[in-house]
């Protein structure tokens, strides 16, 4: 059975179940299911002191190297990953701060 979710008017229907309202938190876990962005993008939203923080964590050899990796190979970030957790916890960011950078990064043209 599929579920569809409309974020934009918070209804959620299967082929089977009529439209239900979605609560708040259902419509914010299914934006967030869909946030993605460039590692390009998120890096301008971050701006300079944030990206210099999550820099500075790539650089520290105790860093954990798939960790490391992920933060500067990543041609997408996703909102859900690990990596994005990562860079998340290395500048001080709230789960608040990641959704709003990620509609700033989502909007800006590459």
């Not at 934009?8 to 299914?30: K, V």
């Not at 967030?32 to 002191?49: F, N, P, V, W």
């Not at 500075?56 to 954990?64: A, G, H, K, R």
Request: aromatic residues 8%; contains cysteine.
């Amino acid at each position: 059975m599929i579920t569809h979710v409309n974020v934009e008017t918070g209804l959620r229907w299967t082929e089977d179940e009529p439209q239900t309202h979605l609560d708040a938190a259902e419509i914010l876990d299914a934006e967030r299911a869909k946030m993605k962005c460039s590692s390009l993008q998120g890096k301008i939203a971050l701006g300079e002191y944030n990206w210099a923080k999550v820099y500075s964590l790539v650089n520290d050899t105790n860093t954990p190297f798939a960790l490391r990796v992920s933060i500067t190979s990543a041609v997408e970030w996703k909102r859900l990953s690990q990596t994005v957790d990562g860079i998340a916890w290395a500048a001080g960011m709230s789960d608040t701060d990641v959704d709003d950078m990620f509609r700033v990064a989502m909007s800006i043209a590459p």
